[in-house]
């Protein structure tokens, strides 16, 4: 049986971007970069994790990443990706994640700010929109 093809997927800003990199039913890698170090994490993590598929969301920023990860050697096609909703869907996941503690639990999360950049789980649902699926185990920073 072959080995489930390894993507990466950036959420893209014009500060900073998420990166998520995985398959079906695994996140293997997710952090929060700066845009100007993204071209540079892309290398070494596509390098690491043999990726073979790489997505960008078609939003903010979504061209000017697309043109930095093309001229990369060795990297395969960079692709555009929808991203409609997932912004709001990763904020949901990272408080299921990372529930809120002491008082701020008695406040509803419709008004709640994540304490930290959620980028990374914003190209973790990118990715499973490509393959479906989530390991329930989730990935480290």
């Known amino acids: ?3 489930p093809e390894v993507i990466l997927a950036v959420d893209p800003g014009r500060r900073k971007c998420g990166i998520a990199v995985g398959r079906r039913g695994a996140i293997l890698a997710r ?5 100007d170090r993204l071209a540079d994490v ?7 994790f043999g990726v073979r598929r790489v997505l960008v969301g078609a939003g903010t920023g979504s061209a000017a990443v697309r043109a930095a990860l093309a001229g990369l050697p060795g ?3 960079v692709e555009p990706i929808e991203e409609a909703g997932s912004t709001l869907e990763a904020r ?3 408080f299921r994640d990372h529930p809120p503690r002491g008082w701020r639990r008695l406040l509803p999360l419709s008004l709640q700010v994540p304490p930290e950049d959620y980028d990374g789980y914003v ?14 185990a989730g990935a480290g920073d």
């Open 1 to 3: 049986m072959t080995e």
């Open 31 to 35: 952090s929060v970069v700066a845009s």
């Open 42 to 48: 892309v290398a070494v993590w596509a390098k690491q």
């Open 75 to 77: 990297l395969p096609r």
């Open 92 to 94: 949901r996941r990272y």
């Open 123 to 136: 190209a973790e649902l990118l990715l499973e929109r490509a393959v479906g699926g989530r390991d329930e």
